[in-house]
């Protein structure tokens, strides 16, 4: 894969982005842990209620387009996250194995029709191996900071910073300083969701860590200030049992923040909260409304990842992505919708 990165200013959604070069896989002779080009077909998602297809309004999103997502390459699936250029085309995910899945989103008008140039590549630690390796599994969450993407390992709890104008998705993890409490949190509920607040913020320079489900003494979910102006830990408030898989910045300043709960009973539900950015602060318990709740009734699956981009008619689009655990009973879903302020 060609070394190198192009940054972009990403002023109309409030963080830095990147737009991946583009390559036709690794030279002859190159390591067997070098970037690899793979095909990923696509299905189009027409509706997404089951029952009533005329309807596109759900809460505060209306529906744009979606996508079933399936590659013949064996490590493609887990998708935990995603980030997102400023066009919503160029796309950095990776899957909770440890691979980076880079390349662009096809579009027709505003409708998503399937994925190109998709390249794959193992995460590397600071040695230069796989992380896996090192017995770093479930990567979870993502963030960026201009050249630099974090990634969040759920079973450790560690945070990993890779400088991608280092090569790229060949560029070398650091591990992140983090509070003590942090390891302490529960291996298969930990560290869920990652944001970087930019310039502009009162929060600039932080980078928001929350678990997904390690609770406080009253029973709310754990998050972490990381670094910026006024470090320490906070809780999300818990609701109706929903755990956190994921958040965004919005434009505005609001935070979005993913959430899913399953039983066996009730089945599989998800929702978004937003909660303004200025109530979170060192010991604050923060909470928002729901703007938007879907089950099985839906298009969803496992969804653990979302991001947003505002489009050249300055709508802001939430672009969701499912993990499926590797399984055939779950899918890959791409979703997109518009927020309707």
Known sequence: MAAGLSTAAASSVAKAQFV????????????IDAPVS??????????????????????????????VLTSSFPRFGGLSGLR?????????????????????IVYDGRAMTGLAEVESAPMLGADGKPIQAH????????AIDGSFVYIGLERVNKVLRFDFSKGFIRARGEVVPLPKAASRLPNNKGLEALVF????HALAGTLIAMSERGLDANGN?????????????????????????????????DLLILERKFSWVAGLFVRIRRIPLTSVAPNAVIDGPSIFEASLANEVDNMEGID???????????????????????????LQFTLRE
Do not use: C
Request: aromatic share 10%; glycine share 10%; net charge negative.
């Open 308 to 334: 947003a981009h505002v489009t050249e008619q300055g709508e802001t689009v939430l672009t969701m992505v499912s993990d499926d655990n590797f399984s055939m009973l779950q899918r890959t879903l791409l």
């Open 84 to 104: 997102l250029d400023p066009k919503g085309e160029r796309f950095i995910s990776f899957s909770d194995h440890g691979h980076w899945f880079t390349g662009r």
């Open 197 to 200: 607040v930019p310039k502009g």
């Open 135 to 142: 017995g770093w599994f479930d990567s979870e969450s993502i």
């Open 221 to 253: 979910l754990i998050a972490f200030l990381v670094g910026g102006p006024t470090p320490g830990q906070f809780s999300v408030r818990r609701t109706e049992e929903f755990d956190i898989s994921d958040a965004v910045l919005l434009p505005s300043g």
């Open 38 to 67: 793979i095909e990923v077909k696509a299905r189009p998602i027409p509706w997404f209620d089951r029952r009533d297809h005329d309807r596109v309004r759900f809460g505060a999103l209306e529906y744009r387009s979606g996508l």
């Open 20 to 31: 991946p070069p583009v390559s036709s896989g690794p030279a002859e002779g190159t390591s």
